[in-house]
């Protein structure tokens, strides 16, 4: 791999070091150096540079968990204040244990009204939800409880 320059050896290998794996160094070597590379190059030169990719734990994948406001650990819930009154802790979510592809994490969630909805985190860490009412819109205060239930989930999983 006599391409790169020093520097930009150093550059991949500071990405490495950040936990990048070897699709984002692929990616990040095209956007932020303009130089263009095979997955397959890019893993020998991750081999070349003797750098050690960082293997981040897997969540575990054995069966849909399900929780509900009551579940949640009293410390992963928002300060008093933070809390909506009217919550009536009648919200609860499901995770897949196999995301639905072109996103990191799926699952689903049932409001206090009963309205089901369909939640997921794409590759870029944003959210999306499609309810099974077209237009509907949950309350504010059963979003809320579901952030917390989410987090509460996720911090579970080690996200």
Same mark, same amino acid.
């Given at each position: 791999?006599?391409?790169?320059?020093?520097?930009?050896?150093?550059? $991949?290998?500071?990405?490495?070091?950040?936990?990048?794996?070897?699709?984002?160094?692929?990616?990040?070597?095209?956007?932020?150096?303009?130089?263009?590379?095979?997955?397959?190059?890019?893993?020998?030169?991750?081999?070349?540079?003797?750098? &050690?990719?960082?293997?981040?734990?897997?969540?575990?994948?054995?069966?849909?968990?399900?929780?509900?406001?009551?579940?949640?650990?009293?410390?992963?819930?928002?300060?008093?204040?933070? &809390?909506?009154?009217?919550? &009536?802790?009648?919200?609860?979510?499901?995770?897949?244990?196999?995301?639905?592809?072109?996103?990191?994490?799926?699952?689903? $969630?049932?409001?206090?009204?009963?309205?089901?909805?369909?939640?997921?985190?794409?590759?870029? !860490?944003?959210?999306?939800?499609?309810?099974?009412?077209?237009?509907?819109?949950? &309350?504010?205060?059963?979003?809320?409880?579901?952030?917390?239930?989410?987090?509460?989930?996720?911090?579970?999983? !080690?996200?």
């Amino acid at each position: 791999m006599s391409a790169l320059t020093t520097e930009q050896r150093t550059q $991949v290998a500071r990405w490495v070091s950040e936990g990048a794996t070897l699709s984002q160094v692929q990616q990040r070597l095209q956007s932020e150096l303009g130089i263009s590379m095979t997955y397959m190059d890019v893993r020998f030169l991750v081999d070349d540079l003797n750098l &050690t990719l960082i293997d981040k734990p897997e969540p575990k994948a054995e069966e849909a968990v399900t929780m509900k406001a009551a579940d949640v650990p009293a410390d992963a819930a928002p300060a008093p204040a933070a &809390t909506a009154p009217g919550t &009536t802790g009648k919200v609860s979510i499901s995770v897949d244990t196999i995301a639905q592809p072109g996103y990191m994490v799926t699952g689903s $969630v049932i409001f206090s009204d009963g309205e089901k909805a369909m939640w997921a985190i794409d590759m870029e !860490g944003r959210p999306r939800m499609s309810a099974t009412t077209p237009n509907y819109r949950p &309350t504010p205060a059963d979003i809320q409880e579901f952030q917390v239930l989410l987090d509460a989930e996720f911090r579970k999983l !080690g996200y």
